[in-house]
């Protein structure tokens, strides 16, 4: 039997934990709980969880904070959950290392939509042990260890960012729009949010370019349509 998912809910709210807890657990995974920034730090130490949904406005350490140090202790995939929508705490979010961003009020069916696409971009499938190294002038990417090198640089990217990376990448060539890529990357409706495949292209750039400034040129805006992945013949 497949062992169930653990993802830790950080919020201060109790009445949204609990609601969080009883869709989440209704769909199969393993829930545990804390209430702020702290709490969760113990629990991370301590525990392994395989996806964290965390609140932004909490006491004593807020979202932004407690996604920092969560990173530095282990890379697991982190939902931001906020009641503020504006780009640039998103941008933040995303600087951070948070693989998604849900705003107040949302709905718990899609929340859960998000959580299960996530998850299953992080956790290894079995056909991926069939995919090959991709290697390209001064970029390599390696889709079953999950890593990127850029010149000679390894770079770290967030789940989100890799997947874009290699989905572009084996689709040389081939000009995807922002929503194909949101439903091909994403895996699922992400209406509204287009700016979303904006901000991980933007740091994609900048991530690959510190490693080679030939690398970030591969990610290609075609302009009034979306994006390519173009290698120079």
Not at 74 to 103: H, S
Not at 205 to 215: D, H, I, N, Y
Not at 216 to 231: D, N, Q, S
Request: charged fraction near 35%; glycine fraction near 6%.
């Amino acid at each position: 039997m497949e062992e169930k998912a653990r993802i830790l809910v950080v919020e201060d709210d109790e009445r949204i934990r609990q609601m969080l807890r009883l869709f989440l657990e209704r769909e199969g995974f393993a829930v545990a709980e804390a209430e702020n920034g702290v709490e969760a730090l113990a629990k991370v130490r301590e525990e392994n969880f395989d996806l964290l949904i965390l609140d932004i406005m909490m006491p004593e350490m807020d979202g932004w904070e407690t996604c920092r140090r969560v990173k530095e202790i282990k890379d697991i995939p982190i939902i931001m959950l906020t009641a503020r929508g504006e780009e640039m705490d998103r941008i933040l979010g995303f600087e951070l290392g948070a693989d998604d961003y849900v705003v107040k009020p949302f709905s718990p069916l899609e929340l859960v939509l998000r959580v299960k696409a996530l998850l299953r971009r992080v956790r290894p499938r079995s056909e991926e042990k069939k995919d090959e190294v991709l290697t390209f002038p001064h970029l390599t990417i390696d889709p079953q260890a999950r890593r990127v090198k850029a010149g000679e640089k390894e770079i770290r990217l967030t789940p989100m960012e890799f997947d874009l990376l290699y989905f572009l990448a084996t689709n040389e060539g081939r000009v995807f729009t922002r929503e194909q890529l949101l439903d091909k990357v994403w895996g699922y409706d992400y209406y509204g949010e287009l700016r979303t495949v904006d901000t991980h292209i933007k740091r994609l750039r900048e991530k690959l370019g510190k490693g080679s400034p030939q690398a970030a040129e591969y990610l290609i805006t075609v302009w009034g349509v979306g994006y390519k992945f173009g290698v120079e013949k």
